[in-house]
């Protein structure tokens, strides 16, 4: 019987980093310097260097090629496909990242990427290798975990009204919500409560600031938030 050759598989990292920037979810790519791909824009990553953790090597890679670091970070899914990657036989292990308006990075772009700039999710440019499969499953990931999450804490400011709240999971989810079953539905869960501050510079009379209770990933007993 003929043994089959084995090529020995290669492990890289992606990471999906969402923001929202003048009011829509942007997504952050770099243009590549280097081939394949060269001069597409493609997702932060690069490969997981010798006794090296998967996580430490996606911050790694993400504050070499967009000086960003000191964020949300979570493993997102393995993409694997055979001929993903024309250098050869790489597994990539994806992460999803997201940055809130009081994160303000300055992207400076190093090694193989020649430019990092935020791009709205909804008009992404031809892509590198097979990111623009796992940006949509980050996008889907991402609107999944807003139902039973208060993973939206990661893209706000510390304080906000309850309208820039609901504006953040409309954005997201890509439709408009009522007002009155939002409030009723976020303020049953017991995941933000009201500060004694109120919205500065505004015409109108100034609105409540509320801030999360946590910051800290909390995943609900029940799925009641479906919007």
Known sequence: MKIQQREK??????IVVFAIINNKLS???????????????????GMVLKNESLKKAAIRELKEETGIGDIYLEQLYTFGAPFRDPRGRIVSVSYFALISKKYKPVLKPTTDAVA??????KKL??????????ISYALKRLR?????????????SNYF???????????????KLDKRNFRKKILS??????TR??????????????????NKHIVLDKRELVF
């Open 9 to 14: 598989p290669q492990v890289a990292v992606d």
């Open 27 to 45: 997504i952050l790519l770099i243009r590549r310097g280097t081939k394949p791909f060269k001069g597409y824009w493609a997702l932060p990553g």
């Open 116 to 121: 990092a700039q935020w791009l709205g999710v």
């Open 125 to 134: 440019p031809r892509l590198a290798f097979d990111h623009k499969e796992i």
């Open 144 to 156: 999944w975990k807003l139902e039973y999450t208060n993973i939206a804490s990661q893209l706000l």
């Open 161 to 175: 009204t309850l309208s820039e709240l609901q504006h953040v999971y409309e954005i997201i989810l890509g439709k």
């Open 189 to 194: 869960l017991d995941l933000i409560k009201p």
């Open 197 to 214: 501050r109120k919205r500065k510079g505004v015409a109108y009379r100034p609105p409540q600031l509320w801030k999360f209770i946590t």
